[in-house]
């Protein structure tokens, strides 16, 4: 089957009721191109996903009539920036049912939420043989500035390890979890392998010995719904960009209670109640961790992200997503040669695969000329590839936009990559 | 399958990379240099036994694409038996014939099948696929110690 054919094939029609996929892909302008004289089949939504048409807007509209510096201004368009920044923070707050609030900081994006929990919440908290639990599945962002924290204070890393389905080993947390842990840290969704992790039931043993958690959710909000409160986390942090938002904003919810008694991270504007050159007295939270002008124009659009997600319902996004895995997931296991890394029972919709004897970036390269758009590496997880014994995965990533019609091309591409190297 | 494909990934290379040449540490050699790209993740060590001013033999190890390791075969075909001076001058006239803005080959220099590799020119992001073997000859032969990479 060619790839053009393919598209045109009547293709699976999503069961999921009043989820209607034409209708949503208008929203996105980005994908009504061809790439190579192919349509665009973007399956790279792991490492960015696309923006839709509400989103452009509402940076535009910011822009062309609202922008001006927030906070302390008098005058009209600082007020309206204001309020349009701190409605965004609003949004986030219902999104992810925080309690407060003030329990939403904006930062750039998940690195640095984790960098400043390790770097307030740590140094004031992790000392000298103090252990920090982490998983063997984390992004390179959820190791680096534990490794740092422990270079900094004489503290420890210990890491969860998983099986060869790439789910963790619980038997081996509830080893490694002793009165020695002093936090928690975990993926909640694996950018590398999909697997969602049981991370309730990981909050609630950490809570058990008063250890608090922090959860990385770049990878797991763009396709469930999450309840800060119900899953009980202490700090969840996210990526305006990978939930279809723009790049360069993120947010770090943490729970009150670590707020009032964590210091500051950055010192600047925007941080104090009062400076003079004997003593600071800082600001409250969220603002306490906000120092500098922030990214203004991003955090409303993400802002607009998170609307035009509730407008879908995240319900809705989850089930559409669970059916397209399904197809993909038996469609590529159909493909002899070809090994899915990451096979969990619980996943999200990210297909990692290796092809016997075809490197990743061999398969990225092929497919890319079939207007194929999937990632190729080691996805900041260099340590899930060495658990594997792989030096890199071809990835393809989906979301609420892609279709059982590019899964076909997909699927034909990756048969188009074997018959070139036969 | 298109013809920018084909291009890239020709018989010759794809057998190279299937099955390749010289692919072995040697018991002895006088120069080793490594060429690694940690982000795509190709990692070339290669090996060269000298005779005064020739290459008596060129072998090497590693893991990478396609094209990186089909690269990694071929230079060391065409290197073997040859003076440091014209592996040079095949170093230069490579870096030439990937490079997507380079003007005219020299024409002085004959690639042989190392033309082979002119389809990458229009793959930018593979280039330095192509080229991490090459940059460690010239490692190699410059009695650099340190890791190259071309990324």
């Known amino acids: ?422 | 399958m298109t013809e920018s494909l084909q291009k890239l990934y020709q018989r010759v290379i794809l057998d190279h990379y299937k099955k390749p040449r010289n692919f072995e540490e040697p018991a002895s050699f006088h120069r080793r240099s490594v060429g690694d790209n940690p982000l795509c993740g190709d990692q070339v060590t290669l090996y060269l036994s000298l005779d005064g001013e020739r290459i008596e033999q060129a072998t090497f190890q590693g893991h990478g694409c396609a094209i990186c390791i089909a690269s990694a075969s071929m230079l060391t075909e065409a290197i073997t038996g040859e003076s440091v001076e014209h592996a040079q001058a095949l170093f230069e006239t490579f870096q030439q014939l990937v490079s997507p803005d380079a003007g005219e080959l020299n024409p002085s220099v004959d690639l042989g099948d190392l033309k082979l590799f002119e389809g990458v020119r229009a793959y930018r992001t593979r280039i330095k696929c192509a080229t991490l073997p090459w940059f460690a000859l010239r490692a190699a032969l410059n009695n650099q110690q340190e890791t190259i990479s071309t990324e």
């Not at chain 1, 089957?1 to 999503?14: L, R």
């Not at chain 1, 329990?103 to 929990?117: C, K, Q």
């Not at chain 1, 016997?356 to 080691?378: E, S, V, W, Y």
């Open chain 1, 1 to 422: 089957m060619s790839i053009e054919n393919a598209t045109q094939v009547p293709s699976k029609v999503s069961v999921v009721s009043g989820f209607d996929i034409t209708r949503i892909r208008a929203d996105f302008p980005i994908l009504a191109q061809e790439v190579h004289g192919k349509p665009l089949v973007y399956l790279d939504n792991a490492a960015s996903a696309q923006t839709p048409q509400p989103v452009l807007d509402a940076l535009i509209k910011f822009y062309q009539q609202d922008y001006s510096n927030i906070h302390r201004g008098v005058h009209v368009l600082s007020q309206r920036s204001t309020e349009a920044y701190e409605d965004a923070r609003l949004k986030l707050q219902r999104h992810f049912n925080a309690e407060e609030v003030s329990e939403i900081i904006f930062v750039r994006g998940t690195t640095e939420a984790i960098n400043l929990v390790a770097q307030t919440y740590g140094r004031s908290h992790i000392h000298k043989g103090d252990e920090i639990l982490i998983s063997a599945m984390e992004h390179h962002s959820n190791i680096v500035p534990w490794q740092m924290l422990c270079e900094q204070t004489g503290a420890v890393l210990r890491v969860i390890p998983m099986d060869d389905q790439g789910t963790l080993d619980m038997e081996e947390f509830d080893k490694l979890l002793s009165p020695k842990t002093k936090l928690v840290s975990v993926v909640h969704v694996s950018n590398a392998l999909g697997t969602i992790n049981p991370v309730k039931e990981i909050i609630k043993k950490a809570h058990s010995i008063d250890v608090p958690v922090l959860l990385d959710g770049a990878q797991a909000c763009p396709h469930m719904k999450i309840d800060v409160q119900d899953l009980d986390c202490d700090f969840y942090t996210m990526s305006g960009h990978k939930l279809f938002g723009p790049t360069g904003i993120g947010t770090l919810y943490a729970k009150s209670k670590w707020l009032e008694a964590l210091p500051p991270y950055h010192g600047g504007g925007d941080m104090i109640e009062s400076v003079s050159f004997e003593k600071s007295v800082y600001a409250k939270a969220p603002h306490k961790f906000e120092a500098g002008t922030p990214n203004i124009a991003g955090t409303i659009g993400m802002g607009a992200a998170i609307d035009y997600l509730q407008s879908i319902g995240m319900e809705q996004i989850a089930a559409y997503e669970a059916e397209l895995l399904d197809y993909a997931t038996k469609a590529l296991e159909q493909i002899s040669g070809l090994r899915l890394i990451g096979t969990s029972p619980n996943k999200a919709s990210v297909l990692s695969f290796v092809l016997d004897g075809i490197h990743p970036h061999d398969i990225g390269t092929i497919l890319d000329q079939k207007g194929i758009a999937i990632r190729a590496g080691h996805h900041c997880a260099e340590p899930v590839m060495k658990r594997f014994g792989i030096p890199a995965t071809a990835r393809a990533s989906l979301a609420f936009y892609n279709t059982h019609a590019e899964i076909d091309a997909l699927v034909d591409g990756i048969e188009t990559t074997i018959r070139l190297f036969q």
